[in-house]
């Protein structure tokens, strides 16, 4: 039980702030404030959804407000003029997104766009409300600055994946963790050539001629929309 249920600030909120309570208490900076500080944020948010694949944000537009993610993920990708996507990161619950806050933060069109991945479920709060929250509040001030840093490196290394290693080590590894993350035996991943080709920054052709070879070789067997494992050791001796 974290500190925040412990001080007992919970059993005071009302129904509708317990579940923006639940969504906020992901993030360090509102398991940080004081209990006035909480009280202002719950005051300030609103409760958001999306289903999978809905627009949340669009490139070269501006934003009013600042999504916080309690479940499920925010995809944040770039497309090209061929309508190739890439994506650049996965916003997951009490992470953050320096797309959308320097949008919202600064007025500026956002850099990239972004969907729900899954059924995504957050708060928001209103640009001008959180700059002046992050102006008297330093763990809010934090939260902001390690976004754009963070993030960051994160977009470094996607580049020096896509310049430096071959399309079917990365693709071995995408499989291996979407099969990690699922339920069934054995494992599917529910994905399709497409989403796979814009989580790798490649064409879809490429990744349909992978594939066959996958399952031409035992390690998976292809199904329309998914992709079920069948020699876990066969993707990881691709990885090497």
Known sequence: ???????????????GQQRLHGVLQRYGFYQ????????????VASPVSAADGQPLLEAGYSCRDVLLVGEGQLRV??????GREVTLYHVGPGESCPVN???????????????????LRGVVITA????????????????????TVLRFGEI????????????DHR???FLLRRFDESPDRPPVAEV?????????GTAREVVSRRLQELENGGAVELRRGRIILRNRRALHRIIG
Request: glycine share 6%; net charge negative; aromatic share 6%.
């Open 171 to 173: 693709l071995a590894e």
């Open 128 to 147: 001008d409300r959180f700059r002046r929250i992050s102006e008297a509040n330093p763990d809010v001030r934090e939260y902001v600055l390690n976004a």
């Open 77 to 82: 990708y770039v497309t090209g003029e061929s």
């Open 192 to 200: 399709t050539q497409q989403a796979i080709a814009a989580e790798l």
């Open 101 to 119: 806050l320097s949008a919202a933060l600064m007025g500026i069109g956002a850099f990239a766009d972004a969907s729900a991945r899954g059924e």
């Open 1 to 15: 039980m974290d500190a925040v249920v412990r001080d007992g600030f919970v059993e005071t909120l009302e129904q």
């Open 32 to 43: 940080n404030s004081t209990p006035s500080q909480r009280l202002e944020l719950l005051a």
């Open 156 to 167: 470094i290394s996607l580049v020096r994946e896509i310049t430096t290693r071959r399309v």
